[in-house]
């Protein structure tokens, strides 16, 4: 096993392809396991193990689990585990990581502890995937106490974007995925604020290649810079610490519930002085332009306990990024985050809150006038 800091991007029309091509020659493993969950591996796991099982490999294995958040556990770890034990996978073997954020995340922890490291490879199938969770090598399983709290740094090999997978997405996939661009945009591209700006304006939802790439170049220039998230890289939580709070609290996905979060922490940097009202007026109108919520969709008391374990925090204070500007945000001399007081987020949360809407005043009929 190697140390990939800089690992490989490839945007594929024919990721098959591309994978029998990468393992064919012998150098990446002699075993390895395809792993995908319950709606991924049928529609793209077992194609890729198929066209691996042509190959002069001693072995692939195809593993699945159940899809959704719920099972980024380590419950589902230890199973994955217990698998590739009993078929005898080596420190030189291999794991395929095929579908969206949950995927890559669970695969590339068990990649990271499995035999005390083994290599894997990246097949993301969703925006958010391909533009974010993929990249960088932050893997991770959640715990009742929060998300994410559980798991190590361990980029892949390499990671093959499947771009055919993009249009098999429903809408609120889509939507998870441009939360993720829109918060790519904020913190280091003004330019791809106003490309995805004028997707918003189109009508849909799905980004073209040349976006998607634009993207998932921002999250590489973030991380080959900072790759252990001791500095800039801590810019890429714009919007998560809030958001993992939501999104715990409400049972929200990950996405919206970014969404919800860029805006409150957002406000409180307009609170604080640090960013332009105008700059968080376009943010919210790109946000409702993606059908994207735009308030928080529980009580701060609820999503409280999951914001205050956040692994951002420091001393017991609850830190966020603050944007400069559309394309920007304060470096606060390499930190690059900072402490909130839990007032100026109750101020920002309430600003953010629907308004209760105000009954019609009932019309009374005239009172009849007595003789």
């Not at 990950?254 to 943010?283: C, K, N, P, S, Y």
Request: hydrophobic share 40%.
């Amino acid at each position: 096993m190697s140390s990939h800091p800089k690992h490989p991007i490839k945007a594929s029309t024919e990721p098959i392809e591309e994978l029998r091509r990468f393992f064919e020659s012998g150098t990446h493993g002699h075993k390895v396991a395809v792993v995908g969950d319950s709606n991924t591996a049928p529609l793209y796991g077992r194609p890729i193990a198929d066209a691996l099982d042509e190959l002069d490999l001693a072995a692939v294995l195809r593993l699945e689990f159940p899809a959704g958040e719920s099972h980024k556990n380590r419950e589902t770890k230890q199973q994955l585990e217990d698998q590739l034990l009993r078929g005898r996978l080596g420190r030189e073997d291999v794991l395929i990581a095929v579908g969206g954020g949950v995927v890559s995340d669970l695969t590339g922890f068990v990649a990271a502890t499995y035999l005390r490291g083994i290599d894997w490879v990246a097949v993301p199938t969703t925006v958010l995937a391909q533009v974010d969770a993929a990249i960088g090598g932050k893997t991770g399983v959640n715990t009742p106490h929060g998300k994410n709290l559980i798991g190590a740094f361990h980029p892949p090999l390499a990671v093959f974007q499947h771009l055919p997978s993009l249009a098999t997405l429903s809408p609120l996939e889509l939507r998870n995925g441009l939360a993720e661009c829109v918060k790519h945009a904020v913190i280091a591209d003004v330019g791809l604020f106003e490309e995805l700006e004028a997707l918003g304006r189109s009508g849909t939802l799905l980004p073209n290649q040349a976006l998607m790439a634009r993207c998932a170049a921002v999250k590489v220039a973030v991380v080959d810079e900072d790759p252990r998230e001791q500095g800039r890289r801590r810019t890429l939580n714009f919007g998560h610490t809030v958001g993992h709070g939501v999104e715990y609290a409400s049972a929200l996905s990950h996405g919206h519930a970014v969404a919800i979060g860029m805006l409150v922490e957002g406000t409180i940097a307009v609170e604080m002085g640090f960013w332009a009202a105008q700059d968080l007026d376009r943010l919210r109108g790109l946000l409702q332009a993606f059908g994207l919520p735009t308030a928080p969709t529980c009580r701060l008391e609820d999503a409280m306990p999951y914001l205050l374990v956040d692994k951002k925090n420091s001393q017991q204070d609850i830190h966020c990024v603050m944007p400069s500007r559309i394309g920007a945000t304060h470096p606060f001399d390499g930190r690059w985050t900072c402490a909130v007081s839990f007032d100026s987020l109750r101020e920002a949360w309430k600003a953010r809150a629907p308004k209760p809407k105000q009954k019609p005043l009932s019309k009374r009929k005239p009172r009849a006038k007595t003789p």
